[in-house]
């Protein structure tokens, strides 16, 4: 089952604006973890930000967690053309099997 | 290897034929996942391996699905009669220790039941 829910679903933004993302989740979690995927392509890993941690950052990348809220957000910087893809958030549930639940995805369009 | 290998790329079977998918994992991860994206970009979990012991079946449908990781060999998932809605592109991922690195996935195969 989804335990993920990004939003939005779909962004549309400018090369050079920044893109944000969010995510929330339903159960205690581990880790959260964001992928990347190009059409039609495999999952590139990104980031992944365990429970004790609140902020991440990855060269154009920074991830927030709140726990609290159960939720995380990706902001990608300075977005470029090639950063077009759609991205997931996926969640590493404590207590239990290391599988992931993912989230249905953000599709990003960055428009030359 | 460095990457996760996938074989097919593609495979098309009809209806009720067997369709058996192999993956090979990154050398020194002992766990390994499959996953099936459906059209709807939605991700399901399917089964999970530690070495060549399951891990976690709860995912999978197992009147027709079964998996296997065998020593010194790519691990399989294998579809036996299947059905229009297994369509969908089935993932393999690998990992050290789950809990703390990320899982790296392979480029999939794409199953396309007719």
């Known amino acids: 089952s989804q335990q993920g829910e990004e939003d939005p679903q779909a962004l549309s933004i400018q090369e050079g604006e920044n893109a944000t993302m969010n995510c929330s989740y339903k159960?205690?979690?581990?880790?959260l973890q964001w992928y990347r995927q190009n059409s039609g392509r495999g999952l590139v890993h990104l980031i992944l930000?365990?429970?004790?941690?609140r902020e991440k950052h990855s060269g154009r990348l920074r991830v927030t967690l709140d726990t609290s809220k159960k939720s995380s957000s990706l902001l990608i910087t300075a977005s470029r053309a090639a950063d077009t893809a759609s991205y997931f958030c996926?969640?590493?549930?404590?207590?239990?099997?290391?599988?992931?639940?993912f989230g249905k995805g953000t599709k990003l369009t960055v428009n030359p | 290897g460095e990457e996760v290998a996938q074989t097919p790329k593609h495979l098309v079977r009809g209806e009720g034929q067997k369709a058996k998918l192999y993956c090979a994992p990154i050398k020194g991860h002992s766990y390994v996942f499959w996953y099936q994206q459906v059209l709807k970009n939605e991700f399901k979990f399917l089964i999970s391996?530690?070495?060549?012991?399951?891990?976690?079946e709860t995912g999978m449908p197992k009147e027709r699905f079964s998996a296997k990781c065998l020593p010194n060999s790519p691990c399989s998932l294998e579809i036996q009669a299947t059905k229009l809605e297994d369509s969908a592109v089935y993932f393999c991922?690998?990992?050290?220790?789950?809990?703390?690195?990320?899982?790296?996935f392979g480029p999939g195969t794409r199953l396309t039941v007719t």
């Open positions: 996926a969640t590493l549930v404590r207590g239990g099997s290391e599988k992931l639940v």
């Open positions: 930000i365990r429970s004790n941690e």
């Open positions: 991922a690998s990992s050290q220790v789950p809990g703390v690195y990320e899982q790296y």
């Open positions: 159960t205690s979690i581990n880790n």
């Open positions: 391996f530690q070495n060549e012991n399951v891990f976690d």
